[in-house]
């Protein structure tokens, strides 16, 4: 690399999130319109749509074509297309596949967890619970590895007082958590609709990946909440 006149490609990638040439590097990728922009695209299919002439997400939302399942592909799951996330980034449109369901039979509860990967710390569980017309939440702060069994055992005891809690989350980091808690802490195997939330929670990302596609480079909480009409008070944040 060093002996090439020229820089090498710019691709981003998943460490760019910690490099600290990110803001340079996005930049210069969204002036290129770079395929690399579109989050969760493997190498091999940047490749192959390279070897195809297509370098761009503008150029690649021009390769979708809708087509019918059959009856036997539609007991299948969806394949992700990301000619169709390119198109709904072009018409600025949200595009729905099929008939997405959520089906929930319970209280539903929001689950957002916060955590230190690196130190396998888990920091902060916030809750959010409608009741009636209002709504309740919970934030559990843990300030050392010490307080962590504290908040999960808080976490647990609200989960008690909810008449048949249904855990919902946005992404696979709450699920990780729910299971590293049950084998750090124990689960409680003795209620079986406590069991159930903790075991069985919605993960709402699985249910939007390749079947809603918004107008956005990534599937982010932040970025899809968005298009919804939500925004973060802070914007920093
Ligand atoms: S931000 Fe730029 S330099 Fe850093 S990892 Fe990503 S592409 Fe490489």
Same mark, same amino acid.
């Given at each position: 690399m060093l002996k090439d006149k020229s820089p090498p490609d710019l691709i981003l990638n998943l460490n760019c999130p910690e490099c600290k040439y990110q803001d340079r590097c996005r930049q210069k990728a969204i002036e290129k319109d770079d395929? =690399?922009?579109?989050?969760?695209?493997a190498e091999k299919e940047r490749k192959k749509l390279n070897s195809k002439g297509i370098f761009t997400v503008t150029q690649l939302s021009y390769t979708f074509r809708p087509r019918r399942r059959s009856k036997r592909q539609r007991d299948k799951s969806e394949k992700y297309h990301y000619s169709l996330k390119a198109l709904a980034i072009r018409e600025k449109k949200i595009h729905i596949v099929g008939n997405p369901e959520i089906k929930i039979e319970g209280t539903p509860v929001s689950l957002d967890v916060e955590g230190l990967p690196d130190r396998d710390f888990y920091y902060l569980i916030g809750l959010r619970i409608r009741k009636g017309e209002s709504i309740v939440q919970h934030s559990l702060w843990a300030? =050392?590895?010490?307080?962590e069994e504290t908040i999960w055992r808080e976490f647990i005891y609200i989960l008690r007082t909810i008449d048949n809690p249904i855990l919902v989350h946005y992404g696979s980091f709450e699920r990780t958590f729910l299971k590293k808690m049950c084998e750090r802490y124990?689960?409680?195997?003795?209620e079986t609709n406590l069991k159930k939330s903790i075991t069985e929670s919605v993960n709402i990302l699985t249910i939007i990946y390749a079947q809603i596609y918004f107008p956005?480079?990534?599937?982010g909480l932040k970025e899809t909440a968005g298009f919804l009409g939500f925004n973060w008070t802070d914007p920093d944040c």
């Open positions: 395929l =690399s922009l579109l989050t969760g695209m300030n =050392s590895t010490e307080d124990g689960e409680p195997i003795e956005g480079l990534s599937n």
